[in-house]
């Protein structure tokens, strides 16, 4: 009968590891391929995917380890869809003073609740700073923005994070990141 169960038990491995990692998953990640992202209502850990997108994962790090990311508010959040960030303009047209990337999605990793993909112009080469997280599956993005990380914990705090209004989902006095920084970085 123990046999039975643990048998069960491990049958469903494979299903938790295709929606994302546990609280207790989450500590086993490598922290230099991790974010804490703290949010007004708690931290949401994001694993970092350097074998799909190493330019955007590098860009993420280097601005997380200057502080850009902080105090940064979540300008435009669409119910459903998305809550977008890193612009420290809050207008959805700024970023870094670094120069835009390459375009990294030619995987088959597919836009799914809780991945983090980087924001760009209509041109592919030009993501900088800005990023989303999916609130839900967006089939009409695979292959067309570049993924670079998966929420792996945290994911009611951005379910928490204030929505847009109108169409284009812009945000009056929006919530902020409080903190954005590699796991590596962070003392326990």
């Known amino acids: 009968m123990r ?3 643990l048998l069960a ?6 299903t938790l590891t ?3 990692a546990s609280m207790s998953d989450a500590a086993t990640l490598d922290p230099e391929n991790t974010l804490y992202m703290d949010l007004k209502d708690g931290r949401v850990v994001i694993q970092l995917l350097p074998q799909i997108a190493p330019l955007h994962v590098a860009r993420v ?4 380890r ?3 990311y902080d105090g940064t508010p979540f300008h435009r959040v669409i119910e ?4 977008q960030g890193g612009d420290p303009t809050g207008t959805g047209t700024g970023g870094s003073d670094l120069p835009p990337l390459k375009a990294e999605f030619t995987n088959q990793r597919k836009f799914l609740r809780g991945t983090v993909g980087a924001a760009r112009t209509n041109d592919p080469n030009s993501a900088n700073s800005q990023f989303f997280i999916m609130f839900a599956p967006a089939p009409s993005l695979d292959g ?14 951005v379910d928490a ?8 989902g812009m945000v009056q006095n929006p919530d902020r990141i409080i903190h954005l920084r590699v796991a590596a970085d962070v003392k326990q």
Request: no cysteine; aromatic share 12%; charged share 15%.
């Open 3 to 5: 046999r039975r169960a």
């Open 9 to 14: 038990s491990l049958s469903v491995l494979p």
């Open 18 to 20: 295709m929606i994302g």
């Open 61 to 64: 790090k280097e601005l997380a």
């Open 66 to 68: 200057k502080g850009f």
């Open 80 to 83: 459903g869809f998305m809550a």
């Open 144 to 157: 067309q923005y570049t993924i670079w990380g998966q929420v792996v914990s945290g994911m009611q705090y």
């Open 161 to 168: 994070i204030k929505r847009g209004t109108g169409g284009n």
